[in-house]
């Protein structure tokens, strides 16, 4: 099987779909390890040596506590954990249009568990191998308070689009930013920001370099996003 996956977390919080693909997959061959949320799969993760690391993280996007999105960034930005790869996966319709390293590739959840890992086999067997990894460590990405209860009112696509975008934004800042693109561009401040615009969404990210961080300052939400 592509990637030489054998071992695969599942992170998903409906308990009967998380043991609907939990026995699905041991009966494909997988040896499954199930958590319930975010923070779970993270304290998981952490304390267990590399070895016992799964060879895939099969990744709910809608999850309590912590996001899959959330959980996606702390990964990439833990040394220790930056290696696994993930599986995301959503009730919800489309994918990401901008690529995530060490994200290979987006599940629709079927009404069916054994569908889904029918699914996952077949794209595993579709990739062509472990994604080759950046060169150098991304930044981490922090919301303040505002910034994350207007995310949290946008409708979950585009508040999901949004996030992809601005991990997008925190991995390209540890290598070479464009000055401008369709949906990042590098802002003209004493301060060194970006701008990251998706479905109208702006938010002004601040760059610092010696904490290798962005901080998201400002999120402008037009007018027909916004709840009344």
Known sequence: MALGVHHLMLVEDDRAWREGVGRAASEA????????????????????????HPDLILLDVVLPRLDGWEVYGQLRTDARLRHLVVMMMSSGSGTPDVPLHGVVGFLHKPPQPEALVRELAARLRELPGRPPEPP???????????SLYALHALPAPVRHAVRV??????????????????????????????????????????????????????VIVPSHLRRA
Not at 29 to 52: I, K, M, N, T, Y
Not at 201 to 212: P, T
Request: proline residues 4%; charged residues 20%; glycine residues 4%.
């Open 29 to 52: 061959g997988f040896l499954v390890s199930s958590v319930s949320d975010g923070a779970e799969a993270l304290h998981w993760l952490r304390h267990h040596p590399r070895a016992q």
């Open 136 to 146: 150098r460590m991304p930044y981490a990405l922090r919301l303040t308070d505002e």
């Open 165 to 218: 975008h601005l991990l997008r934004a925190a991995e390209l800042s540890a290598t070479e930013l464009p000055l401008a693109s369709s949906w990042l561009m590098a802002l003209h401040s004493e301060q060194p920001s970006l701008l990251v615009t998706v479905e109208g969404v702006r938010v002004v990210l601040v760059v610092d370099d010696a904490a290798c961080a962005l901080t998201a300052t400002i």
